[in-house]
């Protein structure tokens, strides 16, 4: 079993930042591969970025690349998904996943078995 708690979402400006946080415990939570997504009222779920545990190899949306960073510290568990240069149109509910399956395609929800709640994260213009 893996647990998964995001924080760190807020309301922003236009061109502002945000540092989302994914704590994440369980006895797999070592080796499962990590992604963020998100998703706005009425539309679909979307793979933002993702991080593969066995070499730290980063993938992201076309949407986020140049603006969004992806990484983990191991020593504490923790997630996180550094948002610059922020645009109204990432607003949405950003949520924590992991998968721990042998498969794994990285911004494809399908293949993450474990979600955390989300937190919100608003865009102003």
């Known amino acids: 079993q893996v647990q998964l708690v995001e924080s760190g979402g807020g309301s922003v400006q236009a061109g502002g930042s945000l540092r989302l946080s994914c704590a ?6 070592n080796y499962a ?3 963020w997504f998100r998703q706005a009222p009425g ?3 979307e793979g ?4 593969r545990a066995t070499n730290g190899a ?12 992806i990484s983990q510290d191991n020593a504490k568990n923790t997630l996180y998904l550094q ?3 922020l645009k109204p149109e990432d607003t949405a509910m950003y949520y924590c996943a992991a998968a721990t399956g042998a498969l794994w395609f990285p911004l494809k929800t399908t293949w993450y078995n474990y979600w955390g709640l989300g937190t919100q994260v608003t865009v102003s213009s």
């Open 24 to 29: 994440a415990s369980g006895n797999t939570v």
């Open 33 to 35: 591969n990590m992604g």
């Open 58 to 69: 980063t993938y992201y949306a076309d949407s986020v690349k140049g603006r969004f960073t």
């Open 83 to 85: 948002m610059k240069s």
């Open 48 to 51: 933002v970025a993702a991080i």
């Open 43 to 45: 539309k679909e779920r």
